[in-house]
């Protein structure tokens, strides 16, 4: 079955925006029965508050020295902003991220990549922000994973009637944050289907994908 993708262009979302508002203003004159509705978990969790503000992030010694033996990826930075590495202590602490950095160097050692998140937890591995190469309001805010996925998508279901979707697509990988109940089934095709990270909060302000067949 083939699918298309309709990308669906936005104004820069922020925290003050509503996504049901957004849903209604972009996605519905334009959707269709049986549409997918995938949203970039990025506006998800900025309409959610889950933004930390970098005047609000007392940054530490060891922020400042852990987050220089971070590895540079295609997608970034990650812990390697030394702001990114304070919020990520914040949430985990101290003891647990430096045992996660330890684990990470052996990671590195026997080549099995991204060890540090998998023991640091937390959702440290979907923060987000800090960086304003694109929008300068992201060079002063870090964004945090969304919350209650399944929930937010399943309400938005019952509300509008379509499927919903919340992924997290970049350079690395494709992860699936949230998911209509109606649609369980179909996370591997979904994740096919999301293959070139079509969703972008970037300068094309396009942070939903319409999957219409």
Not at 17 to 23: R, S
Not at 199 to 207: C, E, I, L, N, V
């Amino acid at each position: 079955m083939l699918y298309q993708k309709i990308l669906i262009k936005t104004h820069f979302i922020t925290v003050s925006d509503k996504l049901e508002d957004i849903v209604s203003k972009y996605v519905m004159p334009v959707s269709r029965e049986r549409d997918i509705v995938v949203l970039c978990e990025k506006i998800v969790s900025i309409t959610q508050g889950r933004v930390v503000f970098k005047k609000d992030v007392k940054l530490g010694w060891w922020a400042k020295n852990l987050s220089k033996f971070a590895k540079k990826t295609p997608a970034g930075f990650s812990v390697g902003n030394p702001y990114k590495m304070q919020v990520a202590i914040n949430l985990a602490g101290l003891p647990r991220i430096l045992f996660a950095s330890f684990m990470g160097g052996i990671g590195k050692l026997i080549r099995y990549p991204g060890l540090f998140y998998i023991v640091a937890g937390h959702g440290i591995s979907r923060i987000d922000g800090f960086y304003g190469e694109t929008f300068p309001q992201y060079s002063s805010m870090g964004i945090l994973g969304c919350e209650k996925g399944d929930e937010v998508c399943e309400n938005l279901k019952n509300r509008f009637g379509f499927s919903f979707v919340i992924a997290d697509v970049n350079d690395l990988g494709r992860n699936i944050l949230g998911m209509s109940y109606d649609i369980k089934d179909k996370e591997k095709f979904i994740l096919e289907e999301l293959k070139g990270n079509p969703a972008t909060q970037s300068d094309q302000k396009t942070p939903i994908v319409i999957l219409r067949e």
